[in-house]
Every structure is written in C-alpha cells, then in structure tokens.
C-alpha cells in the first residue's frame, strides 16, 4: 500500500498510457469489421474468403505480430504505431466473425418488409440491419475491448508504456506488489470499458432489453467469440 | 521486406539447426509445453464442460469467469507468479504451466458445454425414452454429436497456449519465444523476426491439422443430413413443425 501511495503519479502516468493504447484498436476494429462482416453477410464468395483470412490473422502469436511489425511497418521498435496495428489486427479478426453472426441472425422477413416498404440498400442497412444487429455487435465489442485492453500489457516486453511495464520492471526487481498493481488496474480498465459499452448499449439501442430474442442470440454469440 | 529474406537465410543456415539453441530444440521444447498444458487443462475443463453442458447447472458461472479470465493480463500473471512464490528461475516451468493452464480453460470448458448443448434436446429424449441411462445418453448420443465443437474448442486453446509460451521466454523458459525475447535488448531483429515466423509457422501448421480433425470428427449421420438435400428439407420441417406446435 505505501509502495502505491509512494508511486501515484506514476500508476496514474501509466495508466492514462494504458488506456489512450487501447482506444484506437477498439474503435477502429469496430469500425472495420462491422462493413468487412456485412460484406460476410450478404455474399457467399466473400464469406468464406473473409472468415478465412480473420482466422489466420487471429492465429498469428501476438507476440510474434508485435515484434514482426517494425519491419512490415517500416518504423522503428518504440513507435506506438506497432502495438496499435497489431491489436487492431486481432480486434478486425475478433469482430468479423461475430458482425457477421449478429447480419445473419437480423430476420430475413424483417429485411424483406423493409424492401418492400421501399427502403434502398443503403437506408436498410443503416435503419433496419444495423439497429437490429446491434446487440450481438455490442456483445462481440466487449469481448474486443477486454481482450485489447489485456493485450496492451504485451507492449512492454518491447518497451512500451502502459501497465505491463509493472510486469516487466516488478519482475526485474522481483517485487510481486508492482506486479499486482498492474494486474489489478488493466483488469479495472477492463472492467470501466465494459461498463461504459454497456451504458452506450443501453443508450443508443433501448429495443435490446424488450428483445428477448436479440438478448438470447447475443449470449450466443458471446459464447462463441469466447470459445473462439 | 529484406529482412524477412535476412530471416529465411538465417533459419536456412545449418549452424542454427544443431546444439541447445538450435530451431529443432526450441521447437521441441515449444511443442513440449503446448502439449503438457493442453494435456493437463483438457483433463480439467472437458469433464467439467462435459458436467454443465450435460445437467445444464452452473452454466451462468461458467461463462462469467470465462469472460473474467479473458480479462486478466499474461505477463502479470506470469511474472508475478514467477515471483510470489518463490519459484524463481531454475524453476520457470511451474508458473508458466500453471498460467497456460489457466488460459487454455476457458476455451476448451466453452467448447465441451455448448458442444453439449448444440445437440438437439429431442435427440437427447429420444436416447431417454428408448431406455438409455444418463451416463449411456452422455457417451453414446451428447458426445459424439458435440465432438466437432469439443475439438474446436481444443483447437482455440492450442492456439491460446502457443503464443502465451512464446511470451513465457520472458520468464527464462526455453521454446521458440528464446529467440525474440533474447534478440530483442542487443537489437538483433533479424532473429526476432526468425522468432515471430517460426512461431507463426508453428501456430498455422497446427491450426491446420486441428481443423483437419474437427472435420473428421463430424459424425457419419450428421454429414449426411448435411449433404443430402432431400435429409435437409425432413429435418428442416420437422424443426418447423416443432416449433409450431411450441408457439400454439
């Protein structure tokens, strides 16, 4: 305890690193994977070629994606840039799988009134298909946001900030508290991160908790992303 | 995209081929761990996904500490019990296979109980009402039909415990990870990379033949309801019918 009053600032410093390393893989593996799992959804070609490429980006040791990148990248080891393509590498490949799961279970009856009514594409997909298919995307988004934030603590053993470096510094100094402090506050980022998404959830799609459909294929897809 | 042919040279090189830091050694020692772990959780978390999938009890638990595992950092957990209990260097392999353990639960405890819950609940009363005991039911009827998604679940796990026992080099274990986390402080980053594609490698050859085996597992009747359109249509309809007479 006094090590973590005497350290404060530092825990803080790191923390905010941690966090600032997590937001951009989440969000922009969001925001790829929901158009990529569309293009899943709706052709058959595409499906199988994309699942495919997501499944082996995803087998790829992240460790080994992490240390490789400088030289696909061309940038140096310390640059920031690595460990966030790396994790937004995994979160696409996470989250691919899972978009396309939540546009196939959207019922093909609702999409078909839609057409009929005289929705387009695009306005079906942005009013009809992604409304519906938001509950199990927020499920599969949880998953890629606890997974990410867990993941960051990998930047350390190539010397980059963020909590890890209280893995890798406790362990140099054999000091098991700062290890513990860092176990504890990436589980607590994870823990805020989740909380915050399922506040949005229920924000931005209040159908989800009158749906107990959407809410039983969610918990599917949940088990699915954990299993994968 | 030089230094990948620098990488490919060095992994051709005969003198890396040989002696306790050769590739065939830390390749061993790799699949060593990886086969240890995997051993040693499937024991733990089949029969337990087996039990939950199979009376449906414990579920809500299960799948709470599987996304709460998901949560907690390797490294940490690695280095601090590497530390806390006293094990030291020498003995690195106590912490390491009890934290690849620990991460290859989640996976394979998913994969056995939603296996065993993907098998249609009337195949399952079917099995019953002919006479078959639980444990009869369990062996006969909920296993084989949940077989590909039990291997499945082998297969994430396998993949889990390859990357986390290259992160473990961190900790003085031997395997592949050696190569990155030594070549990484005296800016070696040719035989980093050599690292990350032997690793790689390593993680695509077996997905690839876990898939293989998923495949095979499939049982013969599943197969052919898949394939056969004519089969397809009867079990689609009866799916149907059943869900009608639910909804009246």
Known sequence: ?228 | MNAFAEAFVWIGDPAHWSGPDGIPTRLAEHLGYTGLTVLIAVLIAVTLGLYIGHTGRFRGVSIGATSALRALPTLGLLTFLAIAFGFGIRLALIPTIIVLVVLAIPPLLAGAYSGIESVDPRTVDAARSMGMTEWQILWKVEIPLALPLIIGGVRSAVLQVVATATVAAYISLGGLGRYIIDALPVRDYTKVLVGALLVTLLALVLEGILISIQRLTVPAGVRAIRTTPSLRRQRAYGRNASAASRAS
């Open chain 1, 1 to 228: 305890m006094t090590w973590v009053l005497a350290n404060i600032g530092q825990i803080g410093d790191l923390t905010l690193d941690h966090v600032l390393l997590s937001i951009p893989p989440i969000l922009l593996g969001f925001l790829l994977a929901v158009p990529i799992g569309w293009l899943a959804h709706r052709y058959r070609v595409s499906r199988g070629v994309l699942l495919t490429v997501c499944g082996l980006l995803y087998t790829i040791p992240s460790l080994a994606l992490i240390v490789a990148m400088p030289t696909v990248l061309g940038t140096r080891i310390l640059n920031p840039a690595n460990l966030i393509v790396t994790l937004t590498i995994y979160a696409v490949a996470l989250m691919v799988r899972t978009a396309t799961d939540a546009f196939d279970a959207v019922s093909g009856d609702v999409t078909q009134s839609a057409t009929a009514v005289g929705f387009g594409a695009w306005r079906r997909f942005w009013q009809v298909q992604l409304p519906l298919a938001g509950p199990v995307l927020l499920a599969g988004l949880r998953v890629v946001s606890t997974s990410t934030v867990s993941l960051v603590t990998l930047g350390a053993l190539v010397g980059m900030s963020g909590l890890g470096y209280f893995f890798t510094n406790g362990y140099q100094r054999n000091f098991a508290t700062e290890i513990l402090v860092g176990i504890i506050g990436t589980i607590l980022i994870a823990v805020v991160f989740d909380v915050l998404l399922v506040l949005a959830g229920r924000i931005l799609l209040p159908w989800a908790r009158v749906d107990a459909a959407a809410r039983r294929n969610a918990r599917t897809a949940r088990t699915k992303a954990v299993a994968a």
